[in-house]
């Protein structure tokens, strides 16, 4: 039996394990973290099969000039960082264009079908139901003119036959009656679904993995090297062989790669989530994402998280609570807010690619080795689908969607 070990125990990292373990083969897992403790910890919760428009598009492009110039909530950048990675910045933005984003929308859409498909799975076995919400997508828009912009996506959304239900105010209100403001129009993802605790996700997930005989060393792992024919993989104070190894380090993926010679084209956009109370009960409700607003927030009984739109700087570079605290002022006018549940504001790096597209697959320079990392804003809704894929590539078998824009060997690396 093949023995493969996964570096990076992140949705992403938990999802190719629990794939891999459930076809037989030997799999360890390891990261000096609880597992789902990272970026995973805390996201928006969406789970969905229609998150198809990349940052970079072309309509990025023409509001440049405002995101760079006006201060906005959901947008902030670091001077320093964008001087200091300006290629990968320039590169990011070279793909802003239309030809790219029809063709990410559409292996996007075939990607998280098929991880949506598979979550609900997990979630069946793994008897998480009463930590989902159902329907779990809603974006709102306040006026005519926002809702205008979004038919451009709408139109992105309808060409990969992505479902979806447009609200007029009183059926937002209807569906959601604790919301104070009264949205002009809501886009309702009737398919997808919300979790409500992305850790206890993991965590469940992960249980399962040890249960079917999964390995877990809760160590860093320092470097790994291939010798022999075999994958040595240095721990803090011993080594292991492995016959495969699989990347799945989301933001670190970079600086862990570097060791062995890659340049990977990965930046991290940056996000921040509060917790607060709530001074009245207040239902629970699918993630609502405020487009004018730039922020996404949920509501679970008397608890609401909300989460910020992008920062782009250093991984390592100190908090910044401004756009967080201008949001939540933003959020204090829709639902009636109480108590901070979080001392201060939770931070996570999306690790994002140049393209916008996760890379999945074997790695160009190296025998045995494999990534999955890059998920950005939709790791969590492409984590499962990434294991079945990837499972399928180790396997050498056909996979069932095309991968082809996936692909480590899309870049020079
Ligand atoms: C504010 C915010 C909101 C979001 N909302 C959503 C959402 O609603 N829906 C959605 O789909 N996505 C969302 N995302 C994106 C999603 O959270 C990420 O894409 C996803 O969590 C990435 O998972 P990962 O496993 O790749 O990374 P991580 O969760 O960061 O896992 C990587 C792991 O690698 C480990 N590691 C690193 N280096 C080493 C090493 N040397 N040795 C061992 N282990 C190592 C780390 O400890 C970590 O545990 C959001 C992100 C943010 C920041």
Redesign the pocket.
């Given at each position: 039996m093949k023995k493969i070990v996964i570096?990076?125990?992140?949705?992403?990292?938990?999802c190719t394990a629990v794939e891999l373990i459930n076809r037989g083969f030997s799999v360890t897992v390891?990261?000096?973290?609880e597992?789902?403790?990272?970026?995973?910890?805390?996201?928006?919760?969406?789970?969905?099969d229609t998150?198809l428009m990349i940052i970079n598009n072309p309509q990025l492009l023409k509001s440049l000039f405002s995101l760079i110039f006006k201060k906005n909530t959901s947008f902030r950048y670091s001077k320093l960082f964008v001087f200091s990675r300006l290629s990968w910045v320039i590169n990011f933005l070279m793909f802003s264009k239309r030809k790219h984003m029809e063709i990410a929308a559409k292996v996007l859409r075939e990607l998280q079908v098929l991880s949506l498909k598979t979550h609900k799975k997990l979630i069946n076995k793994t008897k998480s139901n009463n930590n989902i919400v159902s329907p779990g997508w809603l974006k709102v828009f306040k006026t005519p003119l926002s809702f205008e912009k979004y038919t451009y996506e709408l139109n992105i959304l309808d060409k990969n036959k992505a479902e979806y239900t447009v609200l007029n105010t009183a059926e937002i209100k209807k569906l959601f009656p604790d919301l104070q403001f009264k949205y002009y129009k809501g886009v309702l993802f009737k398919n997808s679904l919300r979790v409500k605790s992305?850790i206890e996700l993991s965590r469940t997930y992960f249980k399962n993995f040890i249960k079917s005989g999964g390995n877990f060393y809760k160590?860093?792992?320092?470097d790994i090297k291939f010798i022999n024919g075999n994958w040595t993989v240095f721990l803090d104070k011993n080594k292991k062989i492995f016959d495969e190894v699989i990347i799945?380090?989301?933001?670190?993926?970079k600086?862990?790669l570097s060791n062995l010679g890659y340049k990977i084209p990965l930046a991290w956009?940056?996000?921040?989530?509060h917790q607060f109370s709530t001074k009245k009960d207040i239902d629970i409700s699918p993630?609502i994402h405020d487009v004018d607003g730039g922020f996404?927030f949920s509501c679970n009984k008397n608890k609401v998280r909300i989460?910020?739109g992008v920062e782009l700087n250093f991984r390592k570079a100190a908090s910044n609570d401004e756009q967080i605290n201008d949001v939540v002022k933003k959020l204090k006018t829709i639902l009636p807010l109480k108590n901070k549940l979080t001392k201060t504001p939770w931070?996570?790096?999306?690790?994002t690619i140049a393209d916008s597209l996760p890379i999945i697959g074997k790695a160009p320079k190296h025998k045995n080795l494999w990534f999955?990392?890059?998920?950005?804003?939709?790791?969590?809704?492409?984590?499962a689908g990434s294991g079945v894929v990837l499972a399928d590539m180790i396997q050498n078998k056909k996979t069932s969607i095309n991968i082809d824009p996936f692909l480590p060997n899309r870049f020079i690396l």
């Open positions: 570096i990076g125990a992140g949705i992403v990292g938990i390891i990261d000096p973290h597992p789902g403790s990272q970026t995973s910890y805390g996201n928006a919760g969406v789970l969905t998150s992305p160590e860093i792992c320092k799945c380090t989301g933001p670190w993926s600086d862990f956009e940056r996000g921040y989530h993630a996404v989460t910020s931070l996570g790096s999306r690790p999955n990392f890059g998920h950005n804003h939709i790791g969590l809704s492409t984590s």
